[in-house]
């Protein structure tokens, strides 16, 4: 049996990776990437919470009900924020837990409150706040806070973009010593827990490309942004070392979620649908409130034929009662295709998909209807201002997501067989060679 040391780097791709290697900053890594290497595609979209599910399940979308960071009630319209609870009881870490394989899981997201899954877990993204029980074993969080006194879960309590753009030392610095305590938690474990698969995942990678994305694809990067990657890659040859000493059998493979590109503007979708007549402005608030008065027989028009989220990412629609999926479907797909960039005078929107298209499982009915896809470097927001915008420039240093989120992620591992292509293969593939 393999042990198994699993890195995820938030948002890795080889578009910056490859460079930083070339660069002669990340020689662990290269080392690695010899061994056996691959891209990942992610979910979609390919979103934090949407692909980690993924990972954890092994199944898609259709399956675990996850597609961003909310969920929506089709019948109530209750806007929720999803959690570990969405995982099941058949996550990877049950499935090595029934082989009698023991495991630590620190700072990956979905995995708060962490007591819904097995084995030592530190939870990652979404977690609250550092009072909150983010720990399992309870016990776990004193045991680290003892030896590991600075040690701060993860929560989405970031720098703004005005702080990184006007102090962009004091967000580097914020980077280097996230990925400081994530590796200290990990050696720690190591030393003191010993385990036979752990994962530690690197959040603030994510956050670094979008903010600071021209930097870091920079043909000549500065010395401050190449510091990082190196201190990235000592973490790597420290985990790795360590592990490799600890063990009898080890291996290490190292994933991403998603990859990451440039990003060159964003849809205003709400505003497209809304100045050609599609959507009413409060739409969404009137069906809140049908809901809640539909005992006393009364109901407040809404001639939507759908309902529009969306938040830097893909757009989703949810069709409203009354309405024909089939003439949902027609009349999103003509309307956006007339979408067109007047900056390039080419259409922005790649795709409309259907739900049934993307997703399988239980969870398919409680999904949007369907998925908006921009094409690449594009982002849509469901937002209605009535300003009659339909496009967002992005500007550098002020705003905060200069990179946005790829489909294709990465993978290398010392494993010599053939490599997963997607990231809901990868449990699978990680259980096999523990347990062989």
Not at 62 to 76: E, N, S, Y
Not at 282 to 305: A, V, Y
Request: charged residues 15%; aromatic residues 8%.
């Amino acid at each position: 049996m393999d042990q198994i040391l699993i890195l995820g780097i938030d948002g890795g791709t080889w578009d910056i990776l490859d460079k930083y290697i070339r660069l002669g900053d990340m020689p662990q890594l290269a080392k690695i990437t010899r061994l056996n290497r691959g891209i990942l595609s992610s979910t979609q979209p390919p979103i934090t919470p949407a692909a980690w599910s993924s990972f954890h399940t092994g199944k898609n979308p259709g399956v675990h009900g996850v597609i961003d960071f909310i969920v929506r009630d089709p019948l109530t319209h209750q806007i929720d924020v999803v959690d570990s609870a969405f995982l099941g009881t058949n996550t990877i870490w049950h499935q090595l837990a029934k082989k009698h394989l023991t495991s630590a899981v620190f700072n990956v997201p979905m995995t708060y409150p962490p007591q819904n899954l097995p084995g030592l877990v530190a939870s990652g993204i979404l977690t609250p706040d550092p009072d909150s029980p983010w720990t399992y074993p309870h016990q776990l969080k004193s045991q680290i806070l003892k030896d590991l006194p600075d040690y701060q879960p993860v929560s989405l309590k970031i720098p703004s973009a005005a702080q990184v753009h006007q102090h962009p030392q004091q967000f580097l610095n914020f980077v280097s010593d996230a990925l400081k305590q994530r590796t200290n938690l990990g050696l720690w474990c190591i030393q003191s827990h010993p385990v036979s698969v752990m994962m530690i995942q690197f959040q603030v990678i994510d956050w670094l490309q979008h903010s600071m994305w021209p930097y870091l694809s920079a043909p000549k990067p500065k010395a401050s942004v190449r510091k990082v990657f190196k201190q990235l890659d000592e973490h790597i040859s420290s985990l790795w070392q360590a592990w490799q000493d600890a063990h009898p059998s080890p291996q290490i493979l190292i994933l991403s979620d998603h990859g990451f590109q440039a990003h060159k503007a964003r849809v205003l979708l709400g505003n497209y649908f809304y100045v050609n007549g599609i959507l009413d402005k409060r739409g969404g608030t009137k069906q809140k409130i049908n809901h809640l008065i539909k005992p006393t027989g009364l109901e407040i028009k809404d001639n939507s034929p759908f309902d529009l989220l969306g938040r830097s990412s893909w757009g989703q629609v949810y069709t409203n009662p009354g309405h024909d999926n089939r003439q949902v479907y027609k009349l999103l797909k003509t309307i956006c295709a007339k979408l067109v960039d007047p900056a390039t005078h080419q259409p922005v929107i790649k795709k409309v998909w259907s739900k049934h298209e993307l997703y399988s499982g239980p969870k398919v009915k409680q999904l949007p209807d369907y998925l908006i896809e921009p094409i690449n470097g594009y982002t849509i927001t469901a937002a209605i201002d009535k300003s009659g915008q339909l496009f967002q420039p992005i500007i550098p240093g002020k705003d905060f997501h200069l990179g946005i989120h790829h489909m294709n992620g990465i993978i290398t591992t010392s494993i010599a067989t053939p490599l997963p292509k997607r990231i809901d293969q990868v449990a699978k593939y990680i259980v096999s060679h523990a347990t062989k």
